[in-house]
């Protein structure tokens, strides 16, 4: 499991790595979003980007199953888990994790928190701080753009996919690259791969998604459990 791999490591380096796959897993879930349906063939950047954008603004909530492997460069590591993600606007996400067991990472639309069940702690840092941009955390809250946030451009085709690269615009390194796998009769997203400028990369696949179902706000409640420690990482760095 991740905690075990990364318990012996400097406290915060530990923290940095926890944070970067946890952050992974929200930037690929700011994409997630292609509507189910025929969609008209894309020839161009702009028509892909235009496609997804369209259907995100459509998107009030949604619910899927992911699979998320992460590769560490420097530990030479690939750590698998997989679970259900729940979202809704305006900033509101639950990743829970069957492996590994207990784990979870929650979004309330004003903190992200991360449970680690081993270590019995759930580390907090306000949502606005945990991004080096603005892009990632505009499109959690639902008012993102992916033309006015980022520089898209085509890496060609992948049997039935598109493959999209998406930069930043504004020169930050909070994501060192991200590439997506969009399907190209649905637009749906396949898959998301984002690399850290440390070289760690982390690739996540979603299936069964369902989208507008109605998710409760209660499930964005966060419940500390019996005997775990609430570790405020934010006013640490602070």
Known sequence: MEQNLVKSMPEKSRRNRILFSLLALLAASFLLVASPGSSPAAESDDQIVDQLQKSYDSITDFTADFQQETEYKT???TLKAHGKVSYKRPGKMLWKFDEPKNQWVLADGQSLYFY??????VLKTPLKNAFT???P?????GIGNLKRDF??????VEGNLYVLQLGSKDGSKGAEEVTLGVDKQNFQ???ARIKDP???VTTVHFSNIRRGVGVNDSLFRLQVPQGADVVDVGAQQQ
């Open 151 to 156: 520089k898209a451009t085509s890496k060609g």
């Open 198 to 200: 440390g070289g760690n």
């Open 189 to 191: 997203i396949n898959w």
């Open 137 to 141: 955390l505009t499109f959690l809250l």
């Open 75 to 77: 530990l030479n590591k």
């Open 116 to 121: 680690q069940p081993e270590n019995k702690q």
């Open 133 to 135: 941009s603005n892009a």
